[in-house]
Structures are given as structure tokens and as C-alpha cells.
């Protein structure tokens, strides 16, 4: 079942500038992850962030999350050709619960 | 760090051929996952694993079937493979429940296609 859905689908900017894609789930989470997937290869975790909490940095990296409004958003600050990939969010629903749920990913393309 | 081995990057079979797609990690982790990637519907879970011999339907297990025989192991079966599970088959692993925020851990993926 797809509970993330990612925003835009397609996202094409000049390298040097910010990247921001947005994420919205409709059902309560315990947490939220952040996962980049090379051109025909596997997903790699980026950052994850928990139900209690409100932003989380990772070098370039921002994440942010509402849980009032059920979304967050990923900003990739000063962009490099290498950041071309598509970034998916995956949300978690707490204990017990083995399934990451998700979306259908924002394919960024950078520009040099 | 984690590494998790797809045994095949692309396969082509037949249809009604038996399909197995192995996937091997190598940081003791309990947990196991096949998922499936097809354009427009993101990822989809097949089945997991959270212990050896244990296994757990996902969203779409119709026409698979997985084997967890070793703890670093875990196989998936098409038993009769058929055109419309031409896909990308990607092999995860965690170290604790997702759910609960343990982050997966992805192998490069096994592009099958079934002529």
C-alpha cells in the first residue's frame, strides 16, 4: 500500500542551486525516512527523521517534518551534478510493524 | 558497512520457467526484504523475513515465494514466471523493525526480464 507520495515527480535545476521535494502520508507515523536511488541501482539511505522531531541536518541535507500536515520536505542545498538521482520517502508506522511504506519517488536531475 | 549482494544485475527467462533471485548480506542482520520497482508505482514489498525459516507476505506475494534457510540468506522464487513480472527486483536487509526506524540496507537490484 503507497502512503508516501512525493512532489514534484520531476524536479530539473542548475547546478549550484537548492533543491527542495516534499513528501505527504495520510496516516500516523513513527518515522520517516529519506533514501536516493543512482540510475539502475538499489536505494541508499540518506536521513531519517522521528515523529518527535521537527528537523534533522546531514551535510547538505535538510530535513523537515509536520505532522499536523502529514508532510515533509527534503532540501538539498547547493546542488551538484552527482546529486542526479531519485530521492523516495519511506514512512514508518511503529512497533511491530517491519514495513517501510513508500512513495513514488521526485526524479532530480542537476545541471552542470 | 553493510553490503548487500544480488546474485544477478540482469536475467532474461522464459515464460512458465522457475526464477530464482538470490540475495546474500553480510552484517548479521535479522531482517530481509524483496521488493519490486516498476515505473509509475514506485516500490512495492513482495515479502520479508524476520527470522531464519520465518517469512511474511507483503503487498503483492501472487506468484512468489521466498526460502530464509541461513540467516544471511534470502531467496526469491517465481514459480512459473510470467511476462508481467518483468521487473527490477531489489534485495534489502535491516538490523531491526523498520518500523520503528531501522533503515534498510539495498542491493543493486536484479532487472528480470520474461519473454
Known amino acids: 500500500s503507497q502512503q508516501g507520495e512525493e512532489d514534484p515527480q520531476a524536479l530539473s535545476i542548475q547546478e549550484g542551486e537548492n533543491a527542495t521535494m516534499n513528501c505527504s502520508y495520510k496516516?500516523?507515523?513513527?518515522?520517516l525516512q529519506w533514501y536516493r536511488q543512482n540510475s539502475g541501482r538499489g536505494l541508499v539511505h540518506l536521513i531519517l527523521i522521528r515523529s518527535n522531531e521537527r528537523e534533522k541536518h546531514s551535510g547538505r541535507l535538510r530535513v523537515t517534518l509536520d505532522t499536523s500536515k502529514k508532510s515533509s520536505s527534503l532540501l538539498i542545498t547547493a546542488s551538484r551534478a552527482a546529486d542526479t538521482a531519485s530521492y523516495f520517502c519511506?514512512?514508518?508506522?511503529?512497533?511491530?510493524?517491519?514495513?517501510?511504506?513508500f512513495g513514488k519517488g521526485t526524479k532530480l536531475s542537476v545541471i552542470p | 558497512d553493510v553490503k548487500v549482494t544480488q546474485s544477478s544485475r540482469y536475467l532474461v527467462k522464459r515464460t512458465g520457467e522457475k526464477v530464482f533471485l538470490e540475495c546474500v548480506q553480510d552484517?548479521?542482520?535479522?531482517?530481509m526484504f524483496w521488493y519490486r520497482q516498476d515505473p509509475g508505482l514506485g516500490l512495492r514489498l513482495i515479502y520479508f523475513?524476520?527470522?531464519?525459516?520465518?517469512?511474511e507476505k507483503g503487498d503483492i506475494p501472487e506468484g512468489y515465494s521466498v526460502s530464509r534457510e541461513k540467516k544471511e540468506r534470502f531467496s526469491l522464487i517465481l514459480e512459473s514466471a510470467s511476462t508481467n513480472q518483468t521487473s527490477m527486483y531489489l534485495c534489502?536487509?535491516?538490523?531491526?523493525?523498520?518500523?520503528?526506524?531501522?533503515?534498510?540496507?539495498f542491493g543493486n537490484g536484479t532487472r528480470l526480464t520474461v519473454t
Open positions: 552484517m548479521d542482520h535479522e531482517n
Open positions: 523475513s524476520y527470522d531464519v525459516k520465518m517469512k
Open positions: 534489502a536487509s535491516s538490523l531491526e523493525v523498520t518500523g520503528l526506524g531501522s533503515p534498510l540496507h
Open positions: 496516516t500516523s507515523i513513527n518515522n
Open positions: 519511506a514512512t514508518g508506522s511503529g512497533a511491530g510493524s517491519y514495513q517501510l511504506t
